[in-house]
């Protein structure tokens, strides 16, 4: 056994034993490798350096009260990563190889999934990235898809406790018809000033307007947003917004519970009249909001006034985390237990 104080661990980079790669060479995809190295060598002229040909994933797998281990949808986030090879011209990883490279990596640290009951969960950080040469502008040759683990907490701090955001009038996240539907490091990039400026304002994250007419929500720079009102799940639909299998498994869960989910534009102004909001992802799973802050408006919509979650992100929140960990019966065949 290790000794890790599970219940109090941040988001964060964890060292493991072992991670795993795979190169694609000569128009393939060789054998699985093991490495019990942090760094990998790369050409100083591939194309993830300098022309952006990189995008990753991230999943989690939980312990369940019975000790098995389940890993949630990785299906999804196997075709997410071909649709973002795709999108940015790379080799697309098969379903086979994600599933071997995963499966091998969490049983060769199964010592680093925390234990059930703790809060924390094994995250898994699949990569592709170019590491062929080149200097004109053009895809590269070869790819590495390499996949580690750590164990992790809520990514806020707060956990499952209301956060404020902050509105970005003065950033873009992504542009439409851009690579924001993509899983792609130059995406986060684009959203590393105004989350830090939100942090330093007091703020949990930064939450962006689309590019286009500065009217409509967005998402938040490491997730998705959701409105709950009139026993309606709202969520923005746009072309620049990555597709949370998080969300999309809310919004599943919302229709179990008896609620209408509708995809569409959100306008700002319609912030106003929701009776619960939430940020979304397989890193914070759900973050309810407390307050959103135009700061360029001098408007702020306030949320949860008792400084509770709502009731409907709560059991929305419960539900989710009840079929992840194996307490209630998986009716939609999300979750795999990894023997």
């Avoid at 040909?53 to 989690?60: C, D, I, R, S, Y």
């Avoid at 498994?249 to 534009?265: K, N, Y």
Wanted: hydrophobic share 40%; proline share 6%.
């Amino acid at each position: 056994m290790i000794n890790v104080e599970w219940g109090k661990l941040p988001f964060g980079y964890f060292k493991t034993d072992y991670n795993v790669r795979c190169y694609f060479r000569n128009g393939e995809w060789g054998k699985l490798e093991v490495s019990s190295s942090e760094y990998i060598s790369i050409h100083m002229a591939a194309t993830a350096l300098h022309y952006g040909q990189e995008a990753f994933e991230g999943l989690k797998v939980f312990r369940g009260r019975d000790g098995k281990i389940r890993i949630f949808r990785w299906q999804e986030n196997a075709k997410r990563l071909q649709n973002s090879a795709r999108g940015i011209l790379m080799a697309e990883v098969p379903d086979e190889v994600f599933k071997e490279a995963v499966w091998t990596v969490v049983k060769l640290n199964e010592k680093f999934v925390p234990p059930y009951g703790t809060g924390a969960s094994l995250y898994i950080r699949p990569l592709l990235a170019g590491t062929g040469p080149q200097v004109g502008v053009k895809p590269a040759s070869e790819y590495l898809f390499m996949v580690f683990v750590g164990p992790v907490g809520p990514y806020f701090k707060e956990g499952f406790k209301p956060v404020k955001v902050q509105i970005a009038r003065d950033f873009d996240r992504a542009a439409p018809l851009g690579t924001g539907v993509f899983k792609v490091g130059g995406n986060y990039a684009a959203s590393l000033r105004a989350g830090e400026r939100a942090h330093a304002e007091g703020y949990s994250a930064a939450l962006f307007l689309d590019a286009r007419e500065k009217k409509y929500i967005d998402e938040a720079g490491p997730a998705n947003f959701f409105g709950i009102k009139n026993n309606t799940y709202v969520t923005p639909k746009s072309v620049s917004i990555l597709p949370s299998i998080t969300n999309m498994s809310l919004r599943q869960l919302a229709i179990d519970l008896g609620l209408t989910v509708e995809e569409r534009p959100i306008p700002v102004e319609e912030l106003e009249s929701f009776e619960e909001v939430g940020a979304c992802g397989t890193a914070a799973v759900i973050s309810p909001i407390c307050a959103i802050d135009d700061r360029d408006n001098n408007q702020i919509y306030t949320y949860c006034k008792d400084g509770n979650a709502g009731p409907i992100s709560t059991k929305l929140y419960q539900k989710l985390q009840a079929i992840q960990f194996g307490d209630e019966p998986d009716i939609h065949g999300w979750v795999e237990v990894i023997e």
